[in-house]
Nanobody, 125 residues
Framework: VQLQASGGGLVQAGGSLGLSCAASGRTLNRYSIGWFRRAPGKERESVAATSWSGGRTYYTDSVKGRFSISRDNAKNTVYLQMNNLKPEDTAVYYC???????????????????WGQGTLVTVSS
């Protein structure tokens, strides 16, 4: 499966952005999807994840209440809505797909087999 992340850009602190992860090659409805980010000088970290059905989600503590992950399997797309953005959210954001038996990979990066190319989010103070 090929993943294409989009929607990044420059936004002021307190603003919002919506990222999209579009899949091609295979349908996403049997994949757990995660969003990860790599900030300058830091290691990549898990931000949010959703099960294949969308019924189970994960958020890292720093984005809880501000970010929301959702998916539209009919459109083969997963979204990450980011509200009340902070300068520390500045990073390259990646989406990834995991084909796991239980249908949910969560924040476990090693579970993810397919990665998109990343989209840059810059939050100015």
């Amino acid at each position: 499966v090929q993943l294409q992340a989009s929607g990044g850009g420059l936004v002021q602190a307190g603003g919002s952005l919506g990222l999209s992860c579009a899949a091609s090659g295979r349908t996403l409805n049997r994949y757990s999807i995660g969003w990860f980010r790599r900030a300058p000088g830091k290691e990549r970290e898990s931000v949010a994840a959703t099960s294949w059905s969308g019924g189970r989600t994960y958020y890292t503590d720093s984005v809880k209440g501000r970010f929301s992950i959702s998916r539209d399997n009919a459109k083969n797309t997963v979204y990450l809505q980011m509200n009340n953005l902070k300068p520390e959210d500045t990073a390259v954001y990646y989406c990834a797909a995991a084909r796991v038996v239980c249908g949910y990979a969560g924040e476990k990066e090693y579970q993810y087999n397919y990665w998109g190319q990343g989209t840059l989010v810059t939050v100015s103070s």
